[in-house]
């Protein structure tokens, strides 16, 4: 048997620590400090960080690219053979991203219409073009706002879901579990996910589209006195079916963005409950920054072809 | 027992593991592992906190790629055997059960069987029943969801589900940690039960004495990056001073409760 180390027995009167210290006023010779971290010096600290940050932003885009690749691929494979397609977890997601984000983004939308609306006026009146208004709104939401905006909400509301629910997966092995089940995760997890948002954020659009001429029109008839049937020919006169479709083919592609930004921060959380918030704050950040970035190519593309 | 000294002595090895090494950037997990499962043996895997039993395990189930070495089952190396087979051919109990939590646990157990094989529902229905006993659960919790169970049940029941397309090869990683001594005793005798009635091969890692001292046959212990197999009889006099702590310490169970090997 391996000897235990005997206890020591000591027949001073038990005086603690402390005391001991506050009444000798000072600290016994056997008493070890803690070592002390090596200071480094600031200059250095400042390179090393930058060093780091940059290391780990070529990294991830490394890790974008190739899981934009696994992603397209895995949807691409999912789409041309049916059966791999997990059509009720598609549908669980459309119900979450779609249906429950409804009032949401209808509110926003009358929102962003009012705002927009109110400064037109505004800027528009000193030079007697206050009429004008109504096209700007209609333009503006339709073109660009209500895609822009129901993209940052679905960012918010979904891509931080997908990053959660996968990472605690991840943290409970459950992600090890269907891979060792001979199943996998991008599959059973971020396709459906994927083409979840995909059919969801135009749907989305569109209605943010209709809500933001409805707010429009109601801000329309209280501060220029046009009434709503007034209202329908100037939109009708000031927008074009393209101006629709514009802010509708945006939508797919910004949730392919959020969605697989969303399954990919989720898939890289590891370990601690610590990391499950982390990554999920990234999806979110890196999902509208991504999505306003395109949008503004777009803007610049859709200029150059005349649209 | 009889039969199970005589597994401990016969059978091919079903599962071997050569020359792995596993490293975390400069720290060193793994430093050469090599050692050989045997066909229808109960093998314990015990080491100290950190010392790599858990990815000693995703390496030989294939979830993870070891820096260097390979891992042989049935004498293929392990990533190449496709999803199909390598879910009829291998079970993993995980640490927390790992059940996915928005199925129940009827549902989890028929998952598996649901994406590799062609059975119809009601034959599906069946089977889930059928292991789901097998692991010593109550067919009513089926309908339950992993939530609302207790931690012995999440272990059963993920148990019942690794059990799903018997697998010839069962990992399991703690069975029985967090649990109470009875449940745990529940454990033990499961696995020895299902060991001798289905012939699985049980590869577990455990802290658990008396896992190791009642259920396996033989036992490795990560020391120092390297790994040393041998039955319990010969680790009791090895002079390793970690096995000699672990196998003699305070914890150990007495020597004489156990008859094995003998």
Same mark, same amino acid.
């Given at each position: ?205 569109? *209605? ?92 610049? *593309? *859709? ?5 | ?262």
């Amino acid at each position: 048997m391996a000897q235990a180390p005997p206890i020591p027995t000591s027949t001073e009167p038990k005086q603690s620590l402390t005391e001991r210290i506050r009444s000798e006023n000072k600290i016994p010779d056997d008493l070890k400090s803690l070592p002390k971290p090596k200071p480094v010096p600031r200059g250095r600290e400042v390179v090393t960080l930058l060093g780091k940050n940059a290391h780990e932003a070529w990294v991830d885009s490394l890790d974008i690219v190739t899981f934009v690749g696994r992603a397209a691929n895995a949807t691409f494979f999912a789409i041309v053979r049916p059966r791999y397609l997990k059509l009720a977890a598609i549908s669980r997601q459309v119900a979450d991203t779609g249906i429950n984000a409804l009032p949401i983004v209808g509110l926003l939308a009358v929102m962003i219409a009012i705002v927009i609306a109110y400064q037109g006026v505004v800027q528009l009146r000193p030079y007697g073009g206050e009429d004008l208004t109504v096209n700007l709104v209609s333009v503006s939401v339709l073109r660009e706002m209500a895609v822009l905006i129901t993209a940052i909400i679905v960012a918010g509301r979904s891509g931080s879901a997908f990053a959660a629910e996968i990472g605690v997966m991840k943290v409970r092995e459950e992600v090890d579990a269907l891979k060792v089940m001979g199943l996998d995760p991008m599959e059973m997890l971020v396709v459906p996910r994927i083409i979840g948002l995909v059919i969801t954020l135009p749907l989305l659009t569109f *209605f943010a589209d209709v809500m933001g001429l409805i707010g429009g029109a109601a801000i329309s008839q209280f501060l220029l006195h046009i009434s709503p049937s007034q209202y329908i020919d100037r939109v009708h006169q000031a927008v074009d079916v393209k101006d629709l479709l514009v802010g509708l083919v945006k939508a797919p592609v910004f949730a392919f963005i959020i969605a697989m930004i969303g399954c990919m921060h989720g898939l890289r959380v590891s370990g601690s409950a610590e990391s499950v918030g982390r990554e999920t704050t990234r999806a979110v950040v890196k999902a509208i920054f991504i999505v306003i970035s395109l949008d503004a190519l777009f803007s610049i *593309f *859709f200029e150059k072809v005349g649209w | 027992m009889k039969a199970k000294a005589q597994a401990s002595t016969k059978g091919e090895p079903i599962l071997s593991a050569r020359g792995i090494v596993n490293a975390f950037g400069k720290q060193k997990v793994h430093d050469g592992i090599d050692f050989e499962v045997r066909r229808g043996e109960i093998i314990g895997i015990a080491g100290g906190s950190g010392s790599g039993k858990t990815v000693l395990l995703k390496t030989l189930t294939g979830l993870h790629t070891p820096n260097k070495g390979k891992v042989l089952v049935e004498g293929k190396p392990v990533e190449s055997i496709d999803d199909a087979q390598k879910a009829a051919l291998i079970g993993v109990l995980f640490q927390q059960g790992a059940l996915f939590s928005s199925l129940s646990v009827a549902q989890n157990v028929m998952l598996p069987m649901r994406l590799h094989t062609d059975l119809e529902d009601e034959e599906q229905e069946k089977l889930a029943a059928m292991k789901l006993a097998l692991a010593g659960l109550e067919t009513d919790t089926g309908i339950k969801f992993p939530g609302e169970l207790s931690g012995g049940m999440v272990k059963r029941a993920a148990l019942a589900r690794a059990l799903a397309l018997d697998p010839r090869i069962l990992f399991l990683d703690e069975p029985t940690s967090g649990l109470d001594p009875i449940t745990a005793g529940g454990i033990d005798e499961l696995i020895l039960k299902l060991n001798q009635d289905l012939g699985v091969t049980f590869i577990l890692i455990t802290h658990d004495l008396n896992t190791l001292f009642t259920v396996c046959d033989r036992v490795a212990i990560l020391v120092d990056h390297k790994i040393t197999v041998d039955t319990l009889d010969n680790l009791m006099r090895s002079n390793q001073p970690w096995i000699h702590d672990l196998l003699h310490g305070p914890r150990a169970p007495n020597k004489k409760g156990h008859s094995h090997g003998s």
